[in-house]
Nanobody
Framework: QAQLVESGGGLVHPGGSLRLSCAASGMVFSMYDMDWYRQAPGKQRELVASITSAGITKYADSVKGRFTISRNNAKNTVHLQMNSLKPEDTAVYYC???????WGLGTLVTVSS
């Protein structure tokens, strides 16, 4: 059974940085497209960044130039480096894998002074 576990969330000041990690198990990780989604209070879940099995990346306009998604197939992990964080980046961040539509439980990021 595939499992995704996020880590790295926390409280950070505006302008600060955080690095989220997602550890995958129970899957041939290199064959999966991986995504980071987020859901802010009272808002719908939105796609933040994607990286395909071939390493092609895509970003939401709101995070372009500030966030970087990467993967390490040898360690079955995907990361989201978040720089220049803003209060509007506050959300629960979820790791997602396709095919199979697998989700982690999320990690909370709070950007506040």
């Amino acid at each position: 059974q595939a499992q995704l576990v996020e880590s790295g969330g926390g409280l950070v000041h505006p302008g600060g940085s955080l690095r989220l990690s997602c550890a995958a198990s129970g899957m041939v990780f290199s064959m999966y497209d991986m995504d980071w989604y987020r859901q802010a209070p009272g808002k719908q879940r939105e796609l933040v960044a994607s990286i395909t099995s071939a390493g092609i990346t895509k970003y939401a306009d709101s995070v372009k130039g500030r966030f970087t998604i990467s993967r390490n197939n040898a360690k079955n992990t995907v990361h989201l480096q978040m720089n220049s964080l803003k209060p509007e980046d506050t959300a629960v961040y979820y790791c997602h894998a396709d095919p199979g539509d697998y989700w982690g439980l999320g990690t909370l990021v709070t950007v506040s002074s």
